[in-house]
């Protein structure tokens, strides 16, 4: 039975590093990037005080106990900040059914 499970184990879609790394992780906080027309940018702050959290195959951004992202984990793509402090996270968000890019500033980074 154990060497049957272990078969099976092999085709199992191994998790992304930066995934693992970021479930659970505790958020200060979450923002967008609005783009406003003749070159023109500005940051939206969506939330603050969250968590990442990874339930089976769907990435959850919360603030509080609000979703400020909600997407397919295998269809999202994932960015480390260079700085080690957060992620930029890129995909369908249900929560505004619409493509977003967002970027998750950690509490904690160190």
């Known amino acids: 039975m154990t060497l049957v499970m272990n078969m099976f184990s092999f085709f199992k879609k191994k998790k992304n590093p930066v995934l693992k790394e970021m479930d659970g992780r ?8 609005v ?3 003749n070159s023109q940018v500005r940051e939206e702050i ?3 005080d969250g968590r990442i959290v ?10 509080g106990e ?16 260079m700085s080690g402090d957060g992620i930029t996270v890129s995909g369908f968000n249900s929560v505004i059914e619409k493509e ?7 509490k904690y980074h160190r």
């Open 35 to 37: 783009h406003l027309g």
């Open 46 to 48: 969506l939330g603050k």
């Open 54 to 63: 990874l339930i089976e195959e769907e990435i959850r951004i919360l603030c």
């Open 26 to 33: 505790e958020v200060k906080y979450v923002t967008r990037r």
């Open 66 to 81: 609000i979703d400020v992202f909600k997407g397919d984990v295998n269809t999202c793509e994932y960015f480390r900040l």
């Open 100 to 106: 977003d890019i967002i970027t998750v500033y950690y």
